[in-house]
């Protein structure tokens, strides 16, 4: 397949052009949630990014597998080996089971993402729903000799491995640079031979509410275990890109890379890693721990402490495109209102296209040459920004240029005589497929529908009032035509929907 795609590799540190490894399908993987709270903008980032990517993987004509997993046990407080699991702490506190506050706030993320416009994965498998699997992996490691056994947990080795592969190579650390940073961390964690070592399975404490039987003890899986063992049940020992955010590439992807390896020997889980950015506030990273975080209810809605006034779903999405996915991207009131204004001129360039036809009686130019060329330029900007690396906001920056002559056709549509009509269907279209089918962008209504039924009624009334008895029954019969009735009371005029 010919394209011009090339994609940052982690893995590389370089820009690589992206070759599948079984062309046309392509297998993505990426870093989902974990459901113990409602998740925030800065988890937001992530999922929209790499929804463009699989669109326009899709617009190039691969076949897309694209995973995107639950986290629903295993990940204790502060991402480590020691602690409470985050979602049975919830439970706990709130006094129920712990699938019950995984399912609440599962559902409150779908949710969330759908109103930013992300297509849903075409897997999203659970870590309690793949026990077996990380169970039947823990087993090959020991078998490998990458992991040992500690009064009924099981950890990963991570000296033993770095002497056969290289700990590290993802983020770009250095063992012994590690080691020298976390002497002094075995305290309380004697199970563990060496610091670095890291949990597959923990033996549960009788107050820990969600265990399994395994053959080692009656415990759950370790944090970093789901994604190796899911990624591989559904895209293979080997597969094309994984994906997440620069947070998790220490320890989280580090350590997916390394348990891959230990289990098969061969492979390091993806052949490209892509990593987005932080979003910050103030320039700090938009985290939990810190407080700063802007929940996506008061973002939609109004009430988070760092904002004026709420954004509407398709607004936080153009803000996020704004930015190429590895640039850090600060939130504040001026950047969202800008966003606001961008997204709506794209909006407006929509509803501009249909307009755009030359005008009957005109005659087309003999020579177009010059203008279509113009226009398929403008149009091939937009893409070559989305093939170096998707870098949207350069992608969004040609639309602007590509809109800019679209509204200077419909200031003038004679000026359309000056390209050919092959041309302007071929801009237009594209123009179309990158605002809606590759970046996402729909149009949002903007007006509360309450609202305006009550203006209409007021106009109603003011009619009756005059005797312009025609303009009642254009009222009514419009109002009829949307399924509402105008009843006149003696208490006024009231509507009701039509049983019709």
């Known amino acids: ?56 993987l899709r617009h190039l004509g691969y076949t897309v597998r694209y995973v995107r997993n639950i986290t629903d046990v295993g990940h204790l407080e502060n991402d480590a080996d020691e602690g409470e699991d985050k979602i049975s702490k919830r439970a706990r506190a709130a006094q129920l089971e712990p699938m019950q506050v995984a399912e609440y706030y599962a559902n409150r993320y779908h949710n ?42 099981v950890y990963f080795d991570v000296p033993r491995y770095n002497e056969q592969h290289s700990y590290g190579k993802l983020s770009n650390r250095n063992i012994e640079e590690l080691l020298a940073g976390t002497r002094d961390n075995l305290a309380g964690q004697d199970e563990k031979r060496s610091p670095l070592d890291f949990a597959l ?88 721990s810190l407080g700063n975080f802007i929940t996506f209810n008061d973002l939609f809605k109004g009430g988070a402490a760092a904002l004026s006034q709420p954004y509407s779903p398709m607004t936080v999405r153009f803000f996020l495109l704004q930015a190429q996915y590895r640039s850090p991207i600060d939130v504040s009131d001026d950047a969202l209102q800008a966003a606001r204004k961008g997204y709506r001129k794209l909006m407006n360039g929509l509803r501009l296209l249909d307009k755009l036809q030359l005008p009957e009686g005109t005659e087309r130019a003999a020579d177009t040459e010059k203008t279509d060329a113009e226009l398929r330029k403008l149009v091939a900007d937009c893409f070559a920004g989305l093939n170096d690396d998707l870098n949207t906001a ?81 009222i009514r019969a419009a109002l009829k035509e949307q399924g509402i009735v105008v009843k006149d009371t003696k208490a006024g005029v009231d509507w009701a929907y039509s049983e019709e």
């Open 1 to 56: 397949m010919q394209h011009a795609l090339s994609l940052y590799n982690t893995l590389t540190r370089r820009k690589e052009a992206f070759e599948p490894l079984h062309s046309p399908f392509v297998g993505v993987y990426l870093c989902g949630p974990t459901v113990y709270n409602d998740a925030h903008l800065g988890n937001a980032r992530g999922p929209v990014v790499f929804d463009v990517l699989v669109r326009y």
């Open 112 to 153: 969330h993402m759908e109103a930013l416009g992300c297509l849903p994965p075409d897997i999203e498998p659970r870590a309690s729903g793949h026990i077996t699997e990380q169970i039947g992996m823990i087993e090959e490691i020991i078998a490998n000799g990458f992991a040992y056994e500690a009064n009924g947990s």
């Open 201 to 288: 399975w923990k033996k549960a404490s009788e107050s820990h509410l969600m265990r399994w039987p395994s053959p080692w003890s009656e415990g759950f899986p370790g944090w970093h275990l789901e994604c190796s063992a899911m990624s591989r049940k559904y895209l293979g020992q080997t597969f094309d890109i994984h994906g997440g955010g620069l947070d998790l590439m220490f320890p989280h992807h580090e350590c997916e890379i390394a348990q891959s390896q230990a289990s098969h020997s061969h492979s390091d889980e993806a052949r490209v890693w892509m990593h987005n950015n932080m979003i910050t506030v103030n320039g700090q990273k938009m985290s939990k």
């Open 394 to 474: 350069r992608a969004v920056a040609s639309l602007f240029n590509l809109l800019r002559k679209f509204n200077g056709f419909g200031a003038n549509l004679a000026t359309l005589a000056n390209v050919s009509e092959a041309a302007l269907a071929e801009a237009i279209g594209a123009y179309r497929s990158l605002v809606t089918d590759i970046l996402g962008l729909v149009d949002e209504p903007r007006a509360n529908a309450e609202d305006l039924l009550s203006l209409t009624l007021a106009f109603y009334q003011e009619a009756k009032a005059t005797k312009s008895y025609d303009k009642v029954d254009q």
